[in-house]
């Protein structure tokens, strides 16, 4: 083994191309420049802003709904809002919200090793596209059953979705977004395609893609100081994202594009929890974190187990009481 390897023992894993996959991601990539050459060119301005809000949505379905909903239970959401968010992650046409929390919770469990089909150690262009135009060596299925996924499970409408997801998608991610143009305000066929069909699925493919190699955008590197084999963090600030966000996925206020507390997503939460349509939004304040540390000093526990047992399960003081207004 030579020293290289010794060091990077991921490197010495070959992967072999799936030309199927690359072809199939190279021909709509280029249909979304052709998109994009049509907003420029051709495509109405009621278009561009339709698919514009058409992108927004679906990145609230993945951001607030399979991420920090679903994958990582950082808060409760009646049915209607659940059904919403389903509906918003349905238009990026990446799999159904099982499949999304499965193959998340392995990212997660997994991480930075040949387990983690999105392993950052194989660098940003492969944790972001390169790991869906390879054969894995991992067997997918053995993986997955080492991912507790019950909860999700008994979740109906997840499961409606999953069960249904190829008769519920091509209706509406694909027929009634590119129709609603043509027959409303006369877009052309052709820009209604290429602009609201290819243009806005690669688009948000492609933030939903960001958010499991978003680590090595925040420079997670494993030798360096900060890295997420540290406790520094909980020390000079939470938003030292993502070493934060991988020692603690519960957090709702932990943003997928390194942010903490802040961004549309987070504040959408927020306006939820206001109005009742979410409850029990999982987070730690700054005693719990001490707490918590000072724990882990006195008894020699870990003080990932002792961050887990100090957190609080409470909506923030900035959010409404929405008891009040009842």
């Known amino acids: 083994m030579t020293e290289e390897e010794q ?3 991921h490197s010495k894993m070959k992967l072999e191309t799936n030309w199927t996959s690359v072809l199939f991601l190279l021909y709509f990539h280029m249909c979304a420049m052709f998109g994009l050459f049509l907003v420029i060119t051709a495509a ?9 809000a058409l992108i927004m949505f679906g990145v609230l379905g ?6 920090r909903l679903w994958a990582h239970k950082t808060y409760r959401a009646v049915w209607p809002l659940r059904l919403f968010l389903i509906c918003c992650h349905t238009l990026v046409c990446q799999g159904s919200v099982y499949d999304w929390v499965l193959d998340h919770r392995i ?8 387990k983690d089909f999105y392993n950052f150690k194989r660098g940003f262009s492969f944790s972001q596209i390169g790991c869906r ?3 894995g060596n991992v067997d997918y299925k053995q993986v997955a059953n080492e991912v507790d996924m019950s909860d999700i499970e008994q979740d109906k409408l997840v499961m409606f979705q999953k069960n249904f997801y190829w008769v519920i998608m091509p209706v509406v991610s694909i027929l009634l977004p590119i129709n609603l143009p043509v027959a409303y305000w006369d877009e052309s066929i052709l820009a209604s395609v290429f602009v609201v069909g290819f243009l806005r699925v690669i688009v948000l493919l492609q933030c939903a893609w960001l958010i499991n190699s978003a680590t090595i955008v925040w420079g997670l590197d494993p030798l360096d100081k900060k890295s997420a084999d540290t406790n520094l963090v909980f020390i000079v600030t939470k938003s030292l994202w993502p070493q934060y966000h991988y020692l603690l996925p519960w957090d709702y206020k932990s943003g997928e594009f390194g942010t903490y507390g802040t961004g549309c997503s987070t504040a959408f939460i927020r306006v939820w929890a206001a109005t009742g349509l979410a409850s029990g939004l999982r987070t730690i304040d700054t005693d719990g974190v001490k707490a918590a540390l000072s724990r882990a000093v006195n008894t020699g526990s870990p003080v990932l187990h002792c961050l887990n047992e100090a957190h609080s399960l409470c909506a923030d003081e900035d959010v409404l009481d929405h008891s009040k207004h009842r």
Do not use: D, L, R, W
């Not at 109405?44 to 514009?52: A, D, E, L």
């Not at 993945?62 to 991420?67: A, I, K, M, Q």
């Not at 990212?107 to 040949?114: A, D, I, P, R, S």
């Open 62 to 67: 993945v951001t607030t709904g399979c991420h």
């Open 44 to 52: 109405s301005i009621k278009t561009t802003i339709f698919c514009f």
């Open 133 to 135: 135009c390879v054969n």
């Open 107 to 114: 990212h997660h469990k997994f991480h930075g090793t040949e």
């Open 7 to 9: 060091k990077n023992p």
